[in-house]
């Protein structure tokens, strides 16, 4: 099975800009992964940000944006608020294969 | 509004099987997959599996095939997730979500398997 990384954390000041990235061991992230980025709370719930590399959904804020940067996916929030403060989950899928969940970013708006 | 709520939490045996529940609403059900991904305590989210919207095709992670089973009931607007042969590794809170492309989440099942 292929394994996808993320950062294990980060920091961001408030009103700054972060870049998380979700790679695979398997090699380039490309559209084909259709990458997916979901953002968790303690004690709440997955709530989806970001489907097939870079599309929101209604509820999410404009400061987050995906994309594939340097052969990774990737989540930029610009202008960061002290409630983005969560753990990022990336999932990538695999042609043939099941989806696999990056492990996670932790960060701190700080 | 679109809503996946899931039944109560679960305390088992090792050894023995859960059945956790998620019914929809607020959508046309047979349109959606659904999906089931798991979470272990102060760990990150695991996929399990998918069953799509003709609720006759699955497809399961590779780790839980032989364990779990996911079917559908369309007179009720809810999907189950079977888990089998438990063990105290499978203590987690397990979630529906729909999809594709995945978009509303379930709140989640607490499910804990101790002796």
């Known amino acids: 099975q292929a394994v996808v990384t993320q950062e294990p954390s980060l920091t961001v000041s408030p009103g700054g800009t972060v870049t998380l990235t979700c790679g695979s061991s398997?090699?380039?992230?490309?559209?084909?992964?259709?990458p997916y980025w979901f953002q968790q709370k303690p004690g709440q719930a997955p709530r989806t940000l970001i489907y097939?590399?870079?599309n929101k959904h209604s509820w999410t804020p404009a400061r987050f944006s995906g994309s594939l940067l340097g052969g990774k996916g990737a989540l930029t929030l610009s202008g960061a608020q002290p409630e983005d403060e969560a753990e990022y989950y990336c999932?990538?899928?695999?042609?043939?294969?099941?989806?696999?969940f990056g492990g996670g970013t932790k960060l701190t708006v700080l | 509004q679109v809503q996946l709520v899931q039944s109560g939490a679960e305390v088992k045996k090792p050894g023995a099987s859960v059945k956790v529940s998620c019914k929809a609403s607020g959508y046309t059900f047979t349109r959606y997959y659904m999906h089931w991904v798991r979470q272990a305590p102060g760990q990150g989210l695991e996929w399990m599996g998918i069953?799509?919207?003709?609720?006759?095709?699955?497809s399961y992670a590779q780790k839980f095939q032989g364990r779990v089973t996911m079917t559908r009931d369309t007179s009720t607007n809810t999907v189950y997730m079977e888990l089998s042969s438990l063990r105290s590794e499978d203590t987690a809170v397990y979630y529906c979500?729909?999809?594709?492309?995945?978009?509303?989440w379930g709140q989640g099942t607490m499910v804990t398997v101790s002796s």
């Open positions: 979500a729909r999809g594709n492309p995945v978009d509303i």
């Open positions: 069953i799509k919207s003709s609720g006759d095709s699955t």
């Open positions: 999932l990538l899928s695999y042609s043939g294969a099941r989806p696999v």
């Open positions: 398997t090699g380039a992230v490309t559209s084909g992964h259709y």
């Open positions: 097939d590399t870079s």
